[in-house]
């Protein structure tokens, strides 16, 4: 299924161009299960044998993927009465918005190029938790130059051969996940250890 | 076993799963990557001579573009009357309209042309350039 999708769009990039390009970048940013940066490594390959023009590709799709930034941004920001009514008093999710807050910008600018299957959550969340929306696409447009600078430079430097980048970055990016998720476990199983040694301690004392 | 020993358990066994699936895959497509491109010691040509780089969602200007062979040759020798709309499709998309329930044809015929182009120019379909007869010298 994915397959057929990548396929359709590349030879609707071969076909329509930037606009092309701009518009997945822009669906992907809102949501959609698109192969952007699949997508990005192509058009850098297509750029170095002279089918497209590299700044004109790059500045279409930075602003394709900004948009949709800002769009997943404002449907968090939409629904934030929604979740402050329903999880607003909860401490968890207090402690969880505070934590955001501090390191929002890491997140934000890793989860455009590195963990890219955590961009929807992050924008969302970004927008849920009352972020502030300039500096919100300050880190955006950072990561995102990132993505499309790295993604299509590799592209561009493997030519033809592109695949084979995009087959290691796809699974680089599950990699990263992974080790993300194994950090967040162990980061908890880390926290829920202390508490119970600081409850053994405390009921010794008493 | 309370609720957030078991979501904690969860994320590190899952965390685990993914890790090595990904590691180990992330890993042999390293390995893979180190013999092309920039890595491979030879820098990517403009122009491509490996047929085998042909795939099936590229359409014929693009593949043409690829090989520096003139589009309308490549669909003279496929026996496709050009127009706007082939132009746009896939060799997939071609496939489909002109070899129903044949699959790859069009992707083998064009792989086999353009490395026909490269061997010995264009195939023997094509009309031949007329050579232009050396012109008579004028008599003073």
């Known amino acids: 299924m994915s397959d057929t999708i990548s396929s359709f ?16 970048l822009f669906l992907g940013a809102m949501g959609l299960p698109l192969p952007g940066s699949l997508m990005v490594i192509a058009v850098g390959s297509f750029s170095q044998q002279g089918y497209f023009s590299s700044v004109q590709m790059a500045i279409v799709g930075l602003l394709g993927a900004l ?4 769009i997943s941004f404002g449907m968090g920001n939409y629904g934030k009465g929604w979740v402050q009514k329903k999880f607003g008093g909860s401490s968890a999710w207090i402690s ?8 929002a910008w890491l997140a934000i600018v890793l989860t455009r190029f590195l963990i890219t299957a955590l961009a929807i959550p992050t924008n969302l969340i970004a927008g849920g938790s009352g972020y502030k929306f300039r500096r919100f696409m300050l880190y955006d ?36 996940l992974g080790i993300a998720v194994l950090g967040v476990g162990i980061w908890m199983a880390k926290n829920w250890q202390e508490k119970l040694q600081r409850e053994t301690q405390e009921e010794l004392a008493t | 076993m309370t609720r957030k020993r078991i979501v904690t358990t969860a994320l590190i066994l899952t965390g685990i799963i993914i890790t090595v699936f990904f590691g180990l895959r992330a890993f042999r497509a390293f390995k893979h990557m180190e013999g092309h491109g ?4 030879k820098p990517p040509a403009a122009n491509q001579t490996d047929v085998s780089e042909i795939r099936d969602w590229m359409t014929v200007p693009y593949v043409a573009h690829m090989y520096d062979v003139p589009p309308k040759a490549i669909f003279k ?46 195939p023997p379909p094509f009309p031949s350039t007329p050579v232009p007869a050396p012109s008579a010298p004028v008599a003073p």
């Open chain 2, 38 to 41: 920039p890595f491979g010691g």
């Open chain 2, 77 to 122: 020798n496929l026996e496709i009357h050009e127009d706007n709309k082939d132009e746009k499709m896939s060799l997939a998309q071609l496939n489909e309209k002109y070899y129903p329930g044949q699959d790859g044809v069009v992707l083998a015929q064009v792989q086999a042309l353009m490395q026909a182009f490269q061997t010995q120019g264009p």
């Open chain 1, 9 to 24: 769009l590349l030879t609707q990039v071969i076909n329509y161009g930037a606009p092309l390009f701009g518009l997945t």
């Open chain 1, 96 to 103: 969880a918005q505070e934590s955001f807050q501090r390191r």
């Open chain 1, 67 to 70: 948009l949709g930034d800002a």
């Open chain 1, 141 to 176: 447009f950072l990561g995102e130059s990132v993505w499309i600078l790295l993604y299509g430079g590799l592209g561009y430097a493997f030519g033809s051969q592109w695949e084979v980048v995009s087959d290691f970055i796809s699974n680089f990016g599950g990699l990263v």
